[in-house]
Every structure is written in C-alpha cells, then in structure tokens.
C-alpha cells in the first residue's frame, strides 16, 4: 500500500543506487526482518543486470507449524477482547493488507498509518512503516501487544488457546507441548514466512520469457531506472532494504513520520490507497505525486501511464492466484 522517499540508508542490497534520489509508488503496516534461508532451489535468472531480482519460492517450514499459525492468524482470541485477528488488517484473501486510508484501532479511533501488506513482508530489512522491529517475531510480539491493535500479549494468548482441546492438541503435534506464548509467536511467524507471492510477470521477463511485459510496461521499467525511481526500489522486493526522507523537493503526504523505510512495491497495484498516510487513491496518483515530491518532476500522461503499467506487471500469485485487491 504505500511509499517513500529520499535520504540514504544503509540495508542489504542497497548498493544498487543510480545516483538519484528516488522512489517511485509505494505499499503498507509494520515489520523488521531478516529473510529466513529457503531450503527452495533458486529460481533460474538470465544475467541481465537489473537491480531488481525475482521473488524466490516460500521456505520449506515445519508444515505443522505453519498450519498451526494460519489458523491463528485468523482467530480472534489473539486480540484481548476476542474481537480481530490479524486477517482484519491484513486480508490475505485480497492484498495482504486492507482497503481503508486507516484502519481501526480497539478503541474505534484510525490507526496512524496505512496497514502495510504482509505479503513479502520477510523479504525486508525491518518491519513497519518507521522500520522500528528487526525480526519479523519482534513485530508480533509488538502487534499483539499494542493496545491501538490487539492489546494482548503471547501469554495470555496461549493461556486462551490451552483452554480449547483441539488447539492444545494442535500444538502438542507441532511443538510437542501445550501452548505457550513463545510458540504462538513461532507459529504466527512461521505462517507469515509463507506469504511469498512469485511468478509475477515481470519476474518471468527477469528469468528469460520476453513476451511477459508488453512495449508499454517495458517502457515504463525502463523509465522507472533512468528517473531514478530504482535507486530505493530495487532487489528483491523492489524496496524495503533502506530508510529514505520523504518530501526532498516538495511535501509528500503527512510530515510525520519524517524518515521511513522504503516500502516494497510488489504487489503495489493491489494496495490502494496509497504512502504513509494513505492519502493517495491510486495509483496514478501516487506514481505522479513521487515524481514531484522526490525528483521534482511533472510527468506527462503517456510517463505516468507507462509506470503504472510497469508497476502491475509486479503482482505476483499466492496459492497459484494472482494477488488480488482493487487497483
């Protein structure tokens, strides 16, 4: 769902930077992290020196586990008041995140920040928006802490779940012992590790299938690297390994934060509306508020079209489906 923007940050894979500082269209909510190894084959990539690496196949996990965190990451006793999950926020059926500018906190106010999609969400360097969490167990156990969001905590979590025979019976076969908070945290991670989203169309361009861009969306990569937009998108998830200012020229949405961590932009034609504040309804309108904002530039209608085509040849599928949501 969202965006970024100008400072260099320091991060893996960011040694790929163009010279100009940039960002070109953003994605959504909170998370740190360090890419758990995949026991996967890597997928086959021609040599075409591009900053931009295609997505690898989901980690092979205790499948137990990951069972066993799927089915949490849907159930509403891990909020304090039995009333969400984590699925209210991050609809893994659609985007990986929501559809709202905000959304709503435990007490009926907005959340601060746009949900950021947890699609890919390991892939990054850190967590949230503000890059405040470094494990992806971090954001969790802040997640299901936070009283804007589940106001609970992994102890009384596994105290709720040891009370329900089939989930104790589930954790006996997955962890060997009946629930405790530090397994729910696994679980939840693990199921998270899971939500990889290869075989996007420009990830089959990058392994050698020339007929998956159309002349447009090839345009509008190539404009995408000579603005500069792939000094802070790029690698494997087209962002989310640096921190950037944004508003380097002009205003960019809301002030505050002032420093974010590049958000990825797989998936990004899924996650409107879009930046920080959620304040940008599409993606049009995104793509040409960055150009402005980070590389004082007007765009004119044929750039802009090519950069949002460009941009949708990044959705990727889950479960051998397209990841869905409303452009």
Request: proline share 7%; charged share 20%; aromatic share 6%.
């Amino acid at each position: 769902m969202r965006l970024l923007t100008g400072f260099r940050g320091a991060g893996p894979g960011a040694g790929y930077r163009g010279g100009v500082i940039a960002i070109c269209a953003v994605l959504l909510c909170c998370v740190e992290v360090t890419p758990a190894p995949s026991q996967s084959p890597p997928p086959v990539v021609l040599d075409r020196g591009e900053p931009i690496t295609p997505i690898p196949s989901a980690p092979a996990l205790d499948p137990l586990k990951v069972a066993l965190g799927e089915k949490l990451f849907s159930d509403r006793r891990i909020s304090h008041d039995n009333s969400r999950s984590c699925q209210y926020c991050h609809d893994v059926a659609t985007n990986g995140a929501s559809q709202k500018r905000h959304d709503v906190g435990l007490d009926g106010s907005d959340l601060a920040l746009n949900s950021l999609t947890v699609f890919n969400s390991t892939l990054s360097f850190r967590f949230s928006w503000e890059g405040k969490f470094r494990t992806i167990e971090a954001d969790i156990n802040a997640s299901l802490e936070s009283p804007h969001t589940m106001g609970s905590s992994a102890v009384e979590i596994a105290a709720k779940l040891d009370a329900d025979l089939d989930m104790r019976g589930r954790f006996m076969a997955a962890y060997g012992r009946r629930p405790e908070g530090d397994d729910v945290v696994d679980a939840l991670a693990s199921f998270q590790r899971t939500l990889l989203t290869p075989g996007s169309r420009f990830d089959r361009w990058l392994q050698g299938d020339d007929a998956a861009l159309s002349p447009d969306e090839r345009d509008g990569y190539r404009l995408f690297k000579s603005l500069g937009c792939s000094a802070c998108h790029q690698g494997v998830n087209v962002g989310g390994n640096l921190f950037e200012r944004h508003g380097i020229f002009h205003p960019l949405a809301s002030p505050e934060p002032k420093i974010l961590r590049v958000p990825s932009l797989r998936n990004v034609a899924t996650t409107a509306p879009y930046f920080h504040d959620g304040s940008a309804p599409t993606l049009d309108d995104a793509v040409r508020k960055m150009a402005m904002a980070q590389l004082n530039a007007t765009l004119t209608d044929q750039q802009a079209r090519s950069l949002v085509a460009f941009l949708g040849s990044l959705t990727g599928t889950y479960r051998g489906a397209p990841v869905g949501g409303s452009p």
